[in-house]
Nanobody, 125 residues
Framework: QVQLVESGGGLVQPGGSLRLSCAAS????????MGWYRQAPAKERELVAT???????NIVDSVKGRFTISRDNAENSVYLQMNSLKPEDTAAYYC???????????????????WGQGTQVTVSS
């Protein structure tokens, strides 16, 4: 149906930067909202940032001023630019999309939640 594939994670020193990318593919009609969540070991998954189809963004206070979310509607992609990274940013980062799609060639679904497989970000010296 719809697949999300993330890339761009890795190991970075405190104060460094990383850019995460996520591309959606499949029987997509449009993508209503996209975003990034993260989950650190022994913690619940938490929202990092979201962006609507029109470009309105919501960024949580803990990363505001350091992280920027953007998207390319033509490429069905969302990006997370992470600057001034801190050890507490270490987590698995998951891409999310609310997608209007066809579950089969004739059955239209106006909204469905899809997740990527996750990409690890480790901030350590």
């Amino acid at each position: 149906q719809v697949q999300l594939v993330e890339s761009g994670g890795g190991l970075v020193q405190p104060g460094g930067s990383l850019r995460l990318s996520c591309a959606a593919s499949g029987r997509i009609v449009s993508i209503n909202a996209m975003g990034w969540y993260r989950q650190a070991p022994a913690k619940e998954r938490e929202l990092v940032a979201t962006i609507t189809e029109g470009g309105s963004t919501n960024i949580v206070d803990s990363v505001k001023g350091r992280f920027t979310i953007s998207r390319d509607n033509a490429e069905n992609s969302v990006y997370l630019q992470m600057n001034s990274l801190k050890p507490e940013d270490t987590a698995a980062y998951y891409c999310y999309a609310d997608v209007a799609y066809y579950s089969d060639p004739t059955y239209y679904q106006p909204s469905g939640d899809f997740w990527g497989q996750g990409t690890q970000v480790t901030v350590s010296s």
